[in-house]
Structure formats: C-alpha cells, structure tokens
T-cell receptor
C-alpha cells in the first residue's frame, strides 16, 4: 500500500481482555517496528522484525505482550489480560533499507 | 541501542522568532534522523544526516550533524504556527528515539 496501515484506529477494552493490533507495512519494506507512546510521552521501543524474524524483543514490557509477522508483511501485536497501564497509542513503523521510517497512524488503546 | 538525549524538553516560542533544539549521544552515531509529530498525529520522517559536519536545509529548518557525529541540532527560523509539534531525533539501529522537544508557538 501507499503507507503503513494500522487497525483498529481506536480500541476500548475491558481490563483482563485480550487485544490484537494489526500493522500492514509498506509493500517491500523488510524491517518493521512496534512502539508505544503514552500521553505526552516519547516513543517506547517494543519489538523489531526483520522479515518474519524478531531479533530484538527486548522492549516487550511483559510476557503478556507478543508479536508475530507472517509472509514478511502483516504484523500482529497481541496483549493478553490487558491492564490499565497498557493504555497508550501503539505505533508501527516500516522502512525499506537504510533510510527513514514510515509510521502508521497508530492504534489508540484504552483499557477500562 | 544508543541513547540520545534531547534538550530542551519544551520550547515556547514567539511567532517569528528562531529556536534550536539539540540532540546528544554518548557514542558515535553512524547516522541520525529527525522526525516531527504534530499534536494528535504520528511521527513523520524529516531528514537523515550521515556525514560528519553535514548541514541540510528544508525551507526554514536547518539540520546539522556534529563533527564527532555525537550530536545534532535542528534550527528553525521565523517560527510559524505550523511548526507546532514534537521534534524527535533518533539514532540508528532499533531507532533509539530521544524524548523529543515539544514546541508551542504564541502568535
């Protein structure tokens, strides 16, 4: 596609429920990143994919967080048993090589 | 990954004035990137600097990479209300973002 697409754009969920966030990167971009941004805060690195492999999962906050990428394209970030502190905007970014990243518009997650 | 520090965290600017935001790293960076995030939006790539001492301009924005490749700056001249937002610098690799400089403009 023309840009990085994320869905849903907004998600309200009850505490304890599982959620899945989707990222559809720009076609051909091999690297894909997930970040989290709390209100008024900077970008917190979560996980990075090169192709379908995730060489760096160091940013995942807990074992309730997992992510996968299939076919070198779409990625899904799953949060199990959501907590209120998981509320944030989850941003996905992809890049073609050594140049700049293109970010999606994000998923705003609210845990109530 | 590299840690980059940005100062100031907040910049309140009178419309028409100039300002500079700085990005500093304790280690040498192979490149540095700058992004702008408008309120309610997502980060948008502005530019990448690679060479020691490199200077690049985009209209009223001037980006500079230090000689030692450990620091960078973004200078905006004649600030406009359209410049409002948060400016992030980022090192290479897994993209170590600075905390950003949030710019507000008073007309």
């Amino acid at each position: 596609g023309a840009g990085v697409s994320q869905s849903p754009s907004n998600k309200v969920t009850e505490k304890g429920k599982d959620v899945e966030l989707r990222c559809d990167p720009i076609s051909g971009h091999t690297a894909l990143y997930w970040y989290r941004q709390s209100l008024g805060q900077g970008l917190e690195f979560l996980i990075y994919f090169q192709g379908n492999s995730a060489p760096d999962k160091s940013g995942l906050p807990s074992d309730r967080f997992s992510a996968e990428r299939t076919g070198g394209s779409v990625s899904t970030l799953t949060i199990q048993r959501t907590q209120q502190e998981d509320s944030a905007v989850y941003l996905c970014a992809s890049k073609p090589g050594t140049y700049g990243y293109t970010f999606g518009s994000g998923t705003r997650l609210t845990v109530v | 990954g590299q840690q980059v520090m940005q100062i100031p965290q907040y910049q309140h600017v009178q419309e028409g004035e100039d300002f500079t935001t700085y990005c500093n790293s304790s280690t040498t960076l192979s490149n540095i990137q700058w992004y702008k995030q408008r309120p309610g939006g997502h980060p948008v790539f502005l530019i990448q600097l690679v060479k020691s001492g490199e200077v690049k301009k985009q209209k009223r924005l001037t980006f500079q990479f230090g000689e030692a490749k450990k620091n960078s700056s973004l200078h905006i001249t004649a600030t406009q209300t359209t410049d409002v937002g948060t400016y992030f610098c980022a090192g290479p690799g897994k993209l170590s973002f600075g905390a950003g400089t949030t710019v507000t403009v008073r007309a």
